[in-house]
């Protein structure tokens, strides 16, 4: 009993910890203002797209518009075998700028099995002009800024990548007002780790990088066996390679939206997806923390059914529910503030109790079940 209750203890200690200091640096990073630059690089906007014929279109119109000369700009839309009629509708922006390519045309069919997506971004960047390499995903919409504050923070910064916020739209219910502000902790989070020099967050939705420094790695020579990976795996290996230069871009303009899922089953096999790689990441303190923060949730949990063998456990249970509110609550009301979504903390309570049972699930099985993706089964 006492050693339970000890470590019951280490590991809410270490959680307050932690996330208190998420916060402090995710407030410490800086918002960089934006100004004209200069000799501004050429840029290849690299998109893999599979199955989109809902959002294609407009992301493309978002593109279209950007406040970036269009002789500097290369749009490049990577088919991964769509089935709908996603390559139709490409088709129709033949003439705007806009470069489709297949991914079938430039693969065997024994080529690979699971890492369609960084494979059509290899192929996006072979076929690529720009200096710089802008990505982002097929149903994702953008501000008309986005790519010259992008270009931007990354000539002050000095840095060989930058990763940028991913906001969640269509929150019209609590399920998916979870979702976005999970994902608004996932920003704050992000910023944080990159400040602590630990390279394992970071969302290809919003992922800027130089050529060169793709080129110098090998691209994703390494991490090419993952069905996910093109994002975070990335950055730790260009972070490796040129001493930590990468960075978060804190700027109002520099953000993608992208859609909530709909159902529990789209978010789980997302969420599944994403923890597919967790087992490949290079920095031993991200599975520490990873590893720290599953148990402690899962200490919440087990404590709870305790409570019905012994009464005493509801103080222990008590104790860290409100711990953990608290030091969320500071994190969660910071990056929703920042990026004016503060309608998402009227949810905060019952994002709390989706939250602890998203992550024993996803922990427990995130690396073990089987997860389907865009029509794909992937296997663990």
Same mark, same amino acid.
């Given at each position: 009993?006492?050693?339970?209750?000890?470590?019951?203890?280490?590991?809410?200690?270490?959680?307050?910890?932690?996330?208190?200091?998420?916060?402090?640096?995710?407030?410490?990073?800086?918002?960089?203002?934006?100004?004209?630059?200069?000799?501004?690089?050429?840029?290849?906007?690299?998109?893999?797209?599979?199955?989109?014929?809902?959002?294609?279109?407009?992301?493309?119109?978002?593109?279209?518009?950007?406040?970036?000369?269009?002789?500097?700009?290369?749009?490049?839309?990577?088919?991964?075998?769509?089935?709908?009629?996603?390559?139709?509708?490409?088709?129709?922006?033949?003439?705007?700028?806009?470069?489709?390519?297949?991914?079938?045309?430039?693969?065997?069919?024994?080529?690979?099995?699971?890492?369609?997506?960084?494979?059509?971004?290899?192929?996006?960047?072979?076929?690529?002009?720009?200096?710089?390499?802008?990505?982002?995903?097929?149903?994702?919409?953008?501000?008309?800024?986005?790519?010259?504050?992008?270009?931007?923070?990354?000539?002050?910064?000095?840095?060989?990548?930058?990763?940028?916020?991913?906001?969640?739209?269509?929150?019209?219910?609590?399920?998916?007002?979870?979702?976005?502000?999970?994902?608004?902790?996932?920003?704050?989070?992000?910023?944080?780790?990159?400040?602590?020099?630990?390279?394992?967050?970071?969302?290809?939705?919003?992922?800027?990088?130089?050529?060169?420094?793709?080129?110098?790695?090998?691209?994703?020579?390494?991490?090419?066996?993952?069905?996910?990976?093109?994002?975070?795996?990335?950055?730790?290996?260009?972070?490796?390679?040129?001493?930590?230069?990468?960075?978060?871009?804190?700027?109002?303009?520099?953000?993608?939206?992208?859609?909530?899922?709909?159902?529990?089953?789209?978010?789980?096999?997302?969420?599944?997806?994403?923890?597919?790689? =967790?087992?490949?990441?290079? $920095?031993?303190? %991200?599975?520490?923390?990873?590893?720290?923060?599953?148990?402690?949730? @899962?200490? +919440? *949990?087990?404590?709870?059914?305790?409570?019905?063998?012994?009464?005493?456990?509801?103080?222990?249970?008590?104790?860290?529910?409100?711990?953990?509110?608290?030091?969320?609550?500071?994190?969660?009301?910071?990056?929703? =503030?920042?990026?004016?979504? $503060?309608?998402? %903390?009227?949810?905060?309570?019952?994002?709390?109790?989706?939250?602890? @049972?998203? +992550? *024993?699930?996803?922990?427990?099985?995130?690396?073990?079940?089987?997860?389907?993706?865009?029509?794909?089964?992937?296997?663990?």
């Amino acid at each position: 009993m006492f050693w339970y209750l000890f470590t019951c203890l280490i590991l809410t200690i270490f959680y307050v910890v932690v996330m208190s200091v998420y916060n402090h640096l995710w407030l410490k990073t800086d918002s960089i203002a934006v100004s004209n630059i200069d000799n501004l690089p050429t840029v290849s906007i690299i998109i893999p797209v599979r199955n989109e014929e809902l959002h294609i279109s407009a992301l493309l119109n978002d593109l279209l518009l950007q406040e970036y000369p269009s002789y500097l700009l290369e749009i490049i839309v990577v088919d991964d075998y769509s089935d709908d009629s996603t390559v139709e509708l490409l088709n129709e922006f033949s003439d705007r700028n806009v470069k489709c390519i297949c991914l079938k045309d430039f693969l065997l069919s024994h080529d690979m099995a699971t890492a369609y997506k960084k494979r059509a971004i290899e192929v996006g960047i072979q076929q690529s002009k720009g200096a710089l390499i802008l990505t982002t995903d097929g149903d994702c919409r953008v501000g008309h800024k986005w790519v010259s504050s992008m270009v931007n923070i990354w000539s002050v910064s000095n840095v060989k990548l930058l990763t940028g916020a991913v906001i969640m739209t269509g929150t019209d219910s609590l399920f998916k007002k979870f979702q976005a502000l999970d994902f608004l902790g996932m920003m704050g989070i992000t910023a944080a780790m990159l400040k602590m020099k630990i390279f394992n967050m970071a969302n290809g939705a919003n992922l800027l990088y130089e050529r060169s420094a793709f080129d110098e790695v090998g691209g994703f020579k390494g991490i090419d066996h993952l069905a996910s990976g093109d994002d975070m795996l990335l950055v730790y290996k260009i972070a490796k390679r040129y001493h930590g230069a990468v960075a978060y871009a804190k700027h109002l303009d520099a953000v993608v939206y992208t859609s909530t899922m709909n159902t529990v089953g789209q978010f789980l096999s997302q969420r599944f997806r994403w923890t597919a790689k =967790s087992k490949d990441y290079q $920095d031993v303190r %991200m599975t520490m923390i990873l590893g720290a923060v599953f148990f402690f949730v @899962l200490s +919440i *949990v087990v404590n709870l059914f305790l409570v019905f063998l012994d009464i005493r456990f509801l103080y222990l249970f008590v104790f860290q529910m409100l711990l953990k509110i608290i030091v969320d609550y500071r994190l969660l009301k910071s990056t929703s =503030s920042y990026y004016h979504k $503060d309608e998402l %903390m009227q949810s905060f309570f019952s994002s709390q109790v989706m939250h602890i @049972l998203y +992550i *024993v699930f996803v922990g427990s099985l995130g690396n073990i079940l089987k997860f389907e993706w865009k029509g794909r089964r992937h296997v663990k």
